[in-house]
Structure formats: structure tokens, C-alpha cells
């Protein structure tokens, strides 16, 4: 039988992977906000709109709600990890219609960007930020339309969270803030662990990282820049910051 025909099984070190994968991202994604809001919020300086606070809530909601589902996996309690499964799908509805908001209301108050992740223009953070939560959303979508089938499922959501939501996070850590090889090179690691253990465990990818590593790398600045300077883009992006 052809290699690439085989369907992919469930092998012993799977759950560890996944699982410790789901706290590598989260503690990454909660250390880089941290960084830039916490202080924020202690001095109050400057004052934060609350679609902020919103966003930092639920946002960190995933984050919780992957690395449990991920543990329950892990332990065999795949049911309740099952009855889960429907708030995380409600929740990343809610993400993305706050991530929409957020990513309007900072582009309206003229953020360009962070240290080493720099725009132009205010458009062109907005479209970065818009294309973020478009690769979360669609991914957690798919791997919500896949559950069934559990290596698929489990592959997509975690692409969602490293493809949608990783970059954000490394590029506000205290040593990779203003150096874009190195935001560059921590996204990278994230988003090609997956398919590096696929390959050193079954000599294959599955295709859920080959699509999903697709739509993550299409939304990367270097690519972003260029649409954002578009026509078309700032058509849009008028439209939405009216």
C-alpha cells in the first residue's frame, strides 16, 4: 500500500505531544501579553478602552480551555473532553467577534504595530490583526467540522492556536520584541512542530498541517505588507474604520 494511503493512528506518545504543545503556546501567548499589558493595568498607563480588557479575558479563556481539553485527552477522559467541545466552539465564535473589535478599536486610535512587527500605516496592522483571527477561526472551525475524526481534529486546533495566535504572543516577549529574525524564527518553531513530529514519528505530515501551515503562513507580516498597501485593502479598511 502507498505510505501516503495509510490512515494516520493514534500512537503512545500523542497525548504527551499535544498536550505539552497546548502549554508550550499558552504560557508563550500569556508571557508576551503580559508583557506589554499587565503593566498597563498597574500603572494605568496609558488608560486601556475595555474591548481591551474583553479581549484579554476571553483570549485567555481559550488558552485555559485548550490546555484543559488537551489534559483531559491526555488522562482518557475523552467524554467530558466531547462535552467541552461545544463551548470551545461557542468561545471562538465570541473571539472572533471581540478579536474584530479590538483590532478596529486599536486601528481606529492609530496603532501601527508593535516593536518589530511595524506597519506603515494603521491599515496595515489592522489587516494583520483581521488575518490572525481569520486563521484561528477558520482552523477551529475545521477542527470542529473534523471532531470525528480525531487525528485531524486535534491537528487543526492546534494550528488554530500556533497559526492564529502564537505570533502575537512571541513577538511582545521581553527578548524577541523589536527583533524580527527572531519573532520570525520562534513563529516558524511553533508552526513546524507539528509537522516535524509527524515526520519523525510516521515519516509523513498529515494534510491538516499542510492546509492549516498554508493559511497561517499567508497571514504573516512580510506577506500582509504587501496586501495592506493595495487599493482594494484600503478601500476596506476605510470602510471599516469609519
Known sequence: MNSTSRPFQTLPGDHRFFSLMAIISA???????????????????PALAPIIHLHAAVFTSWLALFVAQTTLVLSGRTAVHR?????GVVLA??????GTATAIAVARQGHR????????T????????????????TLVGAGAYFRRNAQAHKRLMLMATVGGLVGPGVSRLPFASGRPPVIGM?????????????LVTRRRVHPAYLWGGLLALASIPPIVEQV???????????????
Open 113 to 120: 504595530g508593535i516593536p518589530g512587527v511595524e506597519f506603515p
Open 186 to 198: 520562534l513563529v516558524l518553531a511553533f508552526l513546524f512542530a507539528g509537522p516535524v513530529y509527524d
Open 93 to 98: 465564535g465570541l473571539m472572533l467577534g471581540v
Open 27 to 45: 504560557a508563550t501567548i500569556v508571557a508576551g501579553f503580559a508583557n506589554t499589558y499587565v503593566p498597563k493595568v498597574v500603572t494605568g498607563a
Open 228 to 242: 495592506s498597501a493595495t487599493a482594494a485593502w484600503h478601500s476596506i479598511a476605510s470602510w471599516l474604520l469609519r
Open 83 to 87: 462535552r467541552l467541545g461545544v463551548a
Open 122 to 137: 494603521a491599515e496595515g496592522f489592522l489587516l494583520l490583526n483581521l488575518g490572525a483571527i481569520f486563521v484561528f477561526a
